[in-house]
């Protein structure tokens, strides 16, 4: 099911993703997150199903993530985002696609309307966190580690939910990461795309509060748009009866375009 490739989108830069490829056929495009890889449930999930609707299908890992090149302290909104751009230009082509934005990767995904306004026939969020560098942790840092992070250029920070060891997370975060952050602002830029835009959430989200997913909404003037806030639901909303869900709203916006 893996089937990893890797796609050079510079001289000293190669990208590792997934596919299913078909000529000229509506894509699915997964975009994953934060020091996120190819590797889990989501990617695999939504490749099966591209195979068994017979459309194409790509998911990426941007520079410094999983076992594409780089270094991750060395990137930033800006580039991933040119990392998904460039993937897309060489693999999607002149493709329609729907777009799955895990996380982070709902940013990276809104940066993208800049690009591939034609070719982009719905999106779908998991978890959106657009802006979330300036918003969820530069804003709620103690002064010392923000100096740290000025001083030092990077510091070592948890985030999550400090109860269960595993719905916590350490990043590397770097000032030029924040400073960058500041420079991709999407939560003020309307979309006027008369697409389908749904939206998922976990109630129990312990790293992104479920207004950043309505802020995203907010931004789609003309769109069919979708809130599904999911009981329970955690930030990823990976397990089998949450892939469900999401994969059926895909389902379902694939056959009204159709």
């Known amino acids: 099911m893996k089937n990893f490739k890797y796609v050079k989108i510079s001289k000293t830069k190669k990208l590792r993703y997934i596919d299913n490829y078909y000529k000229k056929k509506l894509y699915i495009i997964f975009l994953p997150g ?14 099966k199903y591209a195979i068994k609707n017979k459309l194409g299908f790509l998911a990426i890992e ?4 999983g076992k594409s090149s780089g270094v991750f302290t060395k990137g930033n909104i800006s580039e991933w985002s040119n990392d998904a751009k460039k993937s897309i230009k060489k693999i999607v082509k002149k493709n329609n696609f729907i777009l799955i934005g895990s996380s982070m990767g709902a940013w990276i995904s809104l940066n993208q309307f800049n690009y591939f306004k034609k ?3 719905g999106f779908v969020g998991i978890g959106s966190a657009p802006e979330f560098l300036e918003k969820l942790m530069w804003k709620k840092f103690p ?13 070592i920070i948890k ?21 960058d952050g500041r420079k ?9 795309l008369r697409i389908n835009v749904t939206m998922f959430h976990g109630q129990k989200d312990e790293a992104v509060p479920v207004s950043f997913s309505r802020k995203v909404l907010a931004l789609f003037t003309k769109a069919k748009k979708k809130m599904v806030v999911i009981k329970n639901g955690d930030h990823s909303l990976s397990n089998k009866k949450n892939l469900k869900r999401i994969t059926s709203e895909l389902d379902r916006i694939v056959k009204n375009i159709f």
């Open 34 to 47: 934060f020091m996120s890889d190819i590797d889990g449930v989501k990617p695999r999930t939504f490749k």
């Open 62 to 65: 941007y520079s410094g993530h």
């Open 119 to 121: 070719q982009i026939k």
């Open 159 to 179: 985030h999550g939910d400090s109860k269960f060891k595993q719905r916590q997370y350490e990043y590397p975060i770097t000032y030029q990461l924040i400073k």
């Open 184 to 192: 991709n602002k999407v939560l003020s830029k309307k979309i006027s």
């Open 143 to 155: 002064k010392k580690v923000k100096q740290e992070i000025k001083e030092k250029g990077v510091s």
